[in-house]
């Protein structure tokens, strides 16, 4: 006897597509297969379907339910259907199976619906996606469509289902309609949107709101088939963010061929990939409480007229402090070189240019500068002040240790220093031309810095923006959406504009530093001038250059890719550099001698960066701990270098000195030989202790925001303290500088008010930080964060300019005048 297979084998080679799979008969509807060498018959009910109506039935092993709906093209448009199905007692062993067939594509899934492998959901609602945006290609379709909706199932008993399905209406959704919607993870829906003809209309940004913090992914998706709609696939294709209370996503019309998109929501089976935190969820199971309820709408960017009016804007705004700046500096040349001019006149008349003395210490011999007219040559005297004019060779070979040619009683270090009360005279021994040396190394290790500081930067910039547009994970930067403007690479243009104020009032700072010390015009640096005034040191020439210019680029890089895996190396580090060198700028202005050098400082610093990454990275106890020893040691060690006026050393007899001088201070306690050293020491320690006592106690999760604000307390204690001795020694502090303290004040306190307003945060996850999202709030292009670039740009270059005014009081003052604390 013949085989059953071999016959129905053959029978499939002589009538091939009658008996190649499955056939029908007309009478019973049998379908024959052949499974592993023998045929099953199973039974298929095949029904006419109509859309709108919920139709009930049974399946089982060997039987299957065919349902057929069938449509037409109206209007050249094929609406999308929706399919709804749901089995209450279906099992996980054995699920109903739907499989449904169009012209140009198919679709299937199982009911329980399984999601993140422990969730099971018994309804399950699916949009079919167009026939026509199947990837074959936008070519014409048959006007009457059909839908094959084929349900079966392994169980050997009966299992029942409910299918439902109708043809979508309001699919296509416009420019600012506002739809509400309920999503679910077994409920996914979507919109398409097509760009307007309007050619002003070049982007577009989907807006999606919600009232509760179920995670939910936003998708923003070519108008191509399939559609990845569910939170398994919905990574595979476009662009998209995880989602709680809002999300945005910006669109850009050259993007998409077709000028069309698809708006995809997907909730998801559980938060994990909003919070960060696993929770099993029991009203999840079959379904249930995953719920989300939402807005959407859709708005158009602003047009490219308004995008420059707003660049423009910004670059106006600072150009009109070159313009005020060039006015100021004008008047002030004309009324210095009038009063410099009656000036000399007069000394001309009164004075005996033969022997002019600019500077003479009292109580030390031949120091200062002392310079003789004899046969038309000049002749200097005295190493201290010797490099002072402008002219001297400050390339040629000096050693720093060299000194004046003094005696020894006033040569040595260790007994000038401890003079009850110093003059600047007394700690600026060194030539001119070793300490124009030793601070030009700022400025040339900082440009260093700057450039190798910025090139990993630039780099994670370009990589991470290419993973941005590659992957299309939005969830990688950390923006404000609702208010980011894209331009070429760069996902949130403005937010990188917004840093050009650094920039500009940078150069500008530099030009006035300049004018201040280098130009002929300006005061008490003219050739002449400087034989009857003498600057309080050589510092302003020399270590102006060592303030930072303006905040290195690493910021503008920090917004171009705000990430939560670099937000200290790409924010604050330079902070912490620029406040370490306005503190070493001022020390420097009154202990000219005694100032760290160059590799020291910026040894230090970085040190202090690489804290900063392991507070980042590892915030953990033990880390606190060290942190804690290492403030505190600082903090005493520094202390001890002030008040001793840099004659302490750190050597293997420390601790016997330190013994010997607290059991020498406890059998004779006596005062304090630099009372407000002391006073200011103690207060500096006092408050350093609290911070340090604070960090270890909290453990606050911003350590850079920790760590900057213990630079920028002790820079404003120590400016405060600067004034205020200022003032107990008799000095002035002038108009001008009396003006820009003011200035700084009042937009440092705006500027504190808009970073304050948290936007967007690396400390959260995502779909968290953009629940701070909002609009823009000023020419539809800048939002809060822009603004703290701008105020804080602007408090920074006038806090440069207290330290460049500060002591303007003492230009013509001897330094043998002036003291010291």
């Known amino acids: 006897m013949v085989p059953c297979y071999i016959l129905l084998a053959s029978l499939a080679i002589v009538f091939p597509g009658q008996c190649t799979g499955y056939q029908y008969d007309s009478q019973r509807k049998l379908r024959r297969e052949v499974v592993t060498g023998h045929a099953n018959v ?34 050249g448009k094929i609406g999308p259907v929706r399919i709804s199905v749901s089995s209450m007692n279906a099992t996980p062993n054995y699920p109903v199976l739907f499989v449904i067939r169009q012209q140009r594509g198919v679709i299937s899934w199982q009911v329980p619906l399984f999601l993140e492998d422990m969730f099971d959901y018994s309804t399950v609602n699916r949009t079919l996606c167009p ?45 600012y309609e506002e739809r509400r919607l309920d999503v679910s993870p077994s409920e996914p829906i979507y919109y398409e949107f097509k760009f307007p003809d309007d050619p002003e209309v070049h982007s577009v940004t989907v807006k999606a709101t919600s009232s509760d913090s179920l995670c939910m992914d936003l998708s923003i998706q070519s108008t191509n088939c399939p559609v990845f709609d569910l939170d398994r696939n919905v990574e595979f294709t476009g662009v998209y963010q995880t989602m709680t209370k809002q999300a945005a996503i910006t669109v850009e019309r050259a993007r998409f061929k077709d000028k069309a998109f698809y708006v995809v929501f997907v909730v998801r089976a559980t938060d994990y990939a909003c919070t960060d935190i696993a929770i099993v969820e029991p009203a999840a199971i079959h379904g249930l409480g995953r719920l989300k309820t939402l807005s959407v709408i859709v708005e158009p960017s602003i047009s490219y007229t308004k995008y420059m009016i707003a660049i423009g804007v910004t670059v106006g705004v600072f150009l009109f402090f070159y313009l005020v700046a060039a006015v100021v500096a004008f008047i002030h040349y004309l009324t210095q070189h009038r009063g410099e001019h009656e000036h000399l006149s007069g000394l001309d008349s009164t004075s005996n240019l033969e022997n002019p003395i600019v500077n003479r210490t009292e109580g030390s011999s031949n120091y200062g500068t002392v310079v003789q007219q004899q046969g038309g040559e000049k002749q200097q005297q005295g190493g201290g002040a010797a490099s002072s004019s402008p002219g001297y060779d400050s390339d040629s070979t000096i050693d720093e240790g060299e000194i004046d040619m003094l005696d020894d009683a006033d040569t040595d270090k260790n007994i000038v220093r401890t003079k009850t009360f110093l003059y600047v005279a007394d700690l600026a021994r060194k030539d001119r031309r070793v300490l124009t040396k030793k601070y030009k190394l700022y400025h040339w290790h900082l440009i260093t810095i700057s450039i190798f500081y910025s090139l990993p930067v630039v780099q994670l910039v370009i990589t991470y923006q290419e993973v941005l547009h590659v992957t299309g994970n939005e969830d990688i930067c950390y923006y404000n959406f609702l208010c980011a403007h894209p331009l070429g690479v760069l996902s949130a243009f403005n937010n990188v504009f917004s840093n050009a104020g650094y920039v500009m009032l940078g150069l500008l700072f530099l030009g006035l530093i300049y004018r201040r010390f280098v130009s002929p015009a300006a005061h008490c640096s003219h050739r002449s001038c400087l034989r009857y005034c003498l600057p309080i040191v050589s510092l302003p020439a020399s270590l102006a250059d060592e303030l930072p210019p303006h905040e290195p680029p690493t910021p503008s890089y920090k917004h171009a890719i705000a990430s939560d895996e670099l937000p ?114 103690i207060v500096g320690c006092l408050i350093n202790l ?31 303290f600067y004034i205020i001795m200022k003032l107990r020694s008799g000095e002035r502090i002038l108009k001008l500088a009396l003006f820009f303290i003011c200035l700084a004040t009042i937009v440092w306190g705006c500027a504190l008010y808009f970073f304050l307003s948290k936007l967007s945060t690396w400390e959260l996850t995502a779909a968290k930080s953009r629940e701070g999202n909002r609009d823009c709030m000023i020419l539809e292009f800048y939002d809060e964060h822009d603004v703290w670039h701008f105020l804080s740009a602007t408090s920074m270059f006038f806090s440069f300019m207290i330290l460049l005014t500060l002591d303007d009081d003492l230009l013509e003052t001897p330094r043998d005048k002036i003291p010291v604390f």
């Open 690 to 720: 609290s911070l340090a006592l604070y960090g270890v106690l909290t453990r606050p999760k911003d350590f850079d925001s920790y760590l900057l604000s213990i630079f920028i307390v002790n820079l404003l204690m120590y400016v405060l």
């Open 42 to 75: 199973i039974t298929s009910n095949e029904n006419h379907a109509d859309f709108n109506i919920p139709y009930d039935g049974t399946v089982k092993l060997g039987s299957e339910s065919l349902y057929i709906y069938n449509y037409n093209i109206s209007g």
């Open 568 to 681: 200290g190396f790409a924010d604050t580090s330079f902070m912490y550099i620029i406040a370490g060198l306005c503190m070493l700028k001022i020390y420097q202005s009154r202990h000219p001698d005694i100032n760290a050098n160059a590799y020291a400082a910026f040894a230090a610093f970085a040190v202090i960066i690489f804290l900063a990454v392991l507070g980042v990275v590892y915030s953990k106890v033990w880390f606190w701990a060290l942190f804690f020893i290492v403030h505190v040691m600082a903090m005493l060690g520094l202390s001890t270098q002030i008040y001793y006026m840099g004659r302490w050393k750190l050597d293997t007899g420390i601790f016997q000195r330190v013994y010997l001088q607290l059991k020498n201070e406890m059998q004779t306690p006596s005062r304090p030989m630099y009372m407000d050293r002391m006073v200011l020491l």
């Open 131 to 175: 026939t026509e945006n199947y990837r074959s290609g936008r070519r014409s379709v048959d006007r009457k469509q059909l839908a094959y909706v084929d349900i079966s199932t392994f169980s050997p008993n009966l299992t029942a289902f409910t299918l439902y399905a109708q043809q979508l209406e309001n699919f296509e959704i416009g420019m």
